[in-house]
């Protein structure tokens, strides 16, 4: 499968806690965003990459959260000393400098 | 900023049914405009897109949109509805000049055929 790749699928984790979350974007894709999901909403768009550069991070949703493209390949998502509020679907998403963007099957992380 | 309204929560329709799904954003510049379906258990995928050009879109699955810019409107269609069709809807526009491509995504439509 050469789609976009997300690890791991389900997270479990205590309030308190730091998770990472980790995407593997379709090869040739330049571009890679994070999109957050909550039940019942569309994706809200988070953070995006061009290459290794994060070009627009102001609607991540707050200090706690924080992500890396260190070599333009994969991304990894940093959420730490997570709260109840931050259960939900996390999604990442690739695409070329034009057309639509391809999306994995997300990481859903449920704060306990 | 751009907002999508997807007006229809829920859709309940039967097989050979036709459907449309109401879609309108809010931004006055050029826009490029998608629509994602979502079936059960699995990830978003690309249904259609419009970029320029001819605003009937056709896409996958014999589903097609048309953009109709004085309305800002960009309604999904299909003429008889399966029930394969089973899926969530997402309408998304993104606004050029924003941030790289970046999707501004409507609340999603929920829809149901019955065989």
């Known amino acids: 499968d050469t789609g976009v790749s997300q690890n791991p699928r389900h997270k479990i984790t205590k309030r308190g806690q730091n998770v990472t979350f980790r995407c593997d974007p379709i090869?040739?894709?330049?571009?890679l965003y994070w999109y957050r999901q909550t039940l019942g909403q569309g994706p809200e768009f988070l953070t995006y990459?061009?290459?290794?550069?994060?070009?627009?991070k102001s609607r991540l949703l707050s200090d706690r959260f924080s992500a890396e493209r260190p070599k333009g390949s994969f991304s990894t998502l940093e959420i730490q000393r997570t709260e109840q509020g931050d259960s939900a679907m996390y999604l990442c998403?690739?695409?070329?400098?034009?057309?639509?963007?391809?999306f994995g099957q997300g990481t859903r992380l449920t704060v306990v | 900023a751009q907002s999508v309204s997807q007006h229809n929560h829920h859709v309940i329709l039967s097989e050979a049914a036709s459907l449309e799904l109401g879609c309108n954003y809010s931004?006055?510049?050029?826009?490029?405009l998608f629509w994602y379906v979502q079936y059960p258990g699995q990830h978003l995928q690309l249904l259609l897109k419009?970029?320029?050009?001819?605003?009937l879109v056709k896409g996958i699955k014999g589903f097609e949109a048309e953009f109709i810019k004085s309305k800002f409107s960009f309604n999904l269609r299909k003429p008889s509805v399966q029930w394969s069709d089973t899926a969530e809807y997402f309408c998304?526009?993104?606004?050029?000049?924003?941030?790289?491509?970046?999707?501004?995504f409507g609340g999603g439509t929920r829809l149901m055929v019955k065989p």
């Open positions: 998403a690739s695409s070329l400098e034009t057309g639509g963007a391809f």
């Open positions: 090869s040739e894709h330049n571009r």
């Open positions: 990459f061009q290459n290794e550069a994060q070009l627009e």
């Open positions: 931004y006055g510049g050029t826009v490029n």
């Open positions: 419009y970029f320029s050009g001819d605003p």
């Open positions: 998304a526009v993104n606004a050029l000049g924003n941030a790289g491509n970046m999707l501004t």
